[in-house]
């Protein structure tokens, strides 16, 4: 979705949301057949982290009364303490508070998912339900078992938007009405420091080392760079310039302005202007998404891409004895910015709200489907054979499909369709990737 420019027309700037294009989904050459997804899905609309750019000219809301649905809730009860009787659920609701001490209905906090962000999350996982279910018939219709192994693995990040965001999508891929009675869907999630759902920095010291020198380089690079725009957009600031590591941070002056445009609030008619906004996206996506140094996209994304790798291998090995079909993470601008970087097809664009990646995994389906006992037994001994270069990995961004530059040589893709990439060099890739041992590599003083 492209936010409204001040004339009420799209004009292709601003783009905050990436809903996913089910009816624009190419389907895969005939010969190949869907085993297994791999989703990773940037969180729903949110408000700014930080309160920036309240004051006229700019005029942003410092409070953004969007949170309403997020304010009631039901939790268990703990029974070993007086209750009323047979009540086993604890109304409440919650309330934020100004640092003045006053409230207002549906206040969010900074960095809070909004009524928005969840309203896009469930159509998300509605379009996914459209794609996988009824478009592709490659999940099953209904949830059976809370824990089924084909639709077992739906993690977040530690991060309450991220969290909140997931529970709408799995309620939109497998709402009540879609799960045998007494199913509840599982949700996943790992504590800060054994998250790879993100580059973790509170992990890995040294990671966090090297994207503080990222940082400073493109400070030291974009800053010259930016000072055309302070004729523009310092009085938004407070008269401040512009700058990567300005006050406030470029990052933190899009960050505001993409999140009020998501939210249908005004903001100033400079941040429509593409040449304004190309810059400072491309200034702020070499700040904190541009990752060139092999170490960095090790230390960040490796251990991700290896657990991706493995469970398609396990695919492989196993063929249908592995009823794993779809994995869904809820995650972060930076993690699909950071997987585009680690393959070198990162756009330098600020990944929208709702926007995701992912990674299909195909079996070449040169061999029939098994009518006898006889062709079942040579069907296995077949799969016992098969090699990862029967198989093919399509990676997928913004619903536009990647052409990943490590298979464009000769046998390294499907003949004719580039974008399928032998599961053999998508696997020789995330190899070189795979740290040996995180932890020791992690330590700031290697």
């Known amino acids: 979705m492209l936010s ?35 989703v990773f899905v940037r969180h729903g609309e949110r408000t700014p982290v930080r ?33 009323v009787p047979n009540q086993r659920t604890l109304w409440f609701k919650r309330v934020t508070e100004t640092a003045e001490g006053d409230t207002a209905p549906g206040l969010c906090l900074l960095g809070e998912l909004t009524d928005l962000g969840r309203k896009t999350s469930f159509n998300f996982g509605t379009a996914l339900r459209k794609l996988y279910v009824d478009r592709l018939g490659f999940l099953p219709k209904k949830l059976q078992h809370e824990s089924h192994a084909y639709f077992r693995i739906p993690r977040s990040t530690f991060v309450d938007r991220t969290i909140e965001s997931l529970e709408q999508i ?11 009675p007494n199913v509840v869907p599982l949700i996943f999630l790992r504590n800060k420091v054994e998250d790879n759902l993100v580059s973790n920095i509170i992990g890995c010291p040294r990671l966090e080392f090297l994207e503080q020198q990222f940082a400073e380089a493109a400070a030291a690079t974009w800053n010259p760079r930016l000072k055309v725009l302070d004729e523009k957009l310092s009085k938004y600031i407070k008269g401040k310039p512009v700058r990567v590591d300005g006050q406030p941070r470029a990052s933190g002056i899009l960050d505001s302005v993409r999140s009020a445009a998501a939210h249908g609030i005004p903001v100033p008619p400079e941040f429509w202007d593409p040449e304004v906004v190309d810059l400072l996206e491309t200034a702020i996506s070499d700040e904190w998404f541009s990752i060139k140094a092999e170490e960095g996209r090790r230390l960040g994304m490796g251990r991700l891409l290896a657990n991706v790798t493995v469970r398609m291998l396990n695919k492989v090995d196993q063929g249908n004895k592995d009823p794993l079909k779809i994995l869904v993470h809820s995650t972060h601008d930076s993690t699909l910015a950071a997987l585009c970087a680690t393959f070198d097809v990162f756009d330098k664009k600020w990944p929208p709200f709702t926007s995701s990646v992912t990674f299909e995994l195909f079996k070449k389906a040169s061999h029939p489907e098994p009518a006898t006992a006889f062709q079942a037994l040579l069907a296995e001994r077949w799969r016992a054979h098969a090699s990862p270069n029967d198989y093919y990995v399509r990676m997928r961004y913004k619903n536009r499909n990647m052409v990943l530059p490590i298979c464009a040589g000769e046998g390294k893709h499907l003949p004719g369709s580039p974008e399928f990439c032998t599961l053999s060099a998508f696997q020789r890739r995330v190899k070189e990737l795979t740290p040996v041992n995180w932890e020791s590599e992690c330590d700031p003083r290697t």
């Open 51 to 83: 309160i920036r750019m309240t004051d006229p000219p700019a005029s942003l809301p410092a409070r953004w009364q969007m949170c309403f649905a997020a304010r009631q809730f039901s939790e268990a009860v703990d029974l070993t303490f007086p209750t």
């Open 4 to 38: 409204r420019g001040p004339s009420g027309k799209d004009t292709g700037t601003l783009v905050v949301e990436e809903p996913l294009d089910v009816e624009g989904y190419p389907l895969a050459p005939a010969e190949l057949q869907l085993e297994q997804v791999h």
């Open 170 to 180: 799995v309620y939109g891929l497998y709402p009540p009405t879609r799960c045998a």
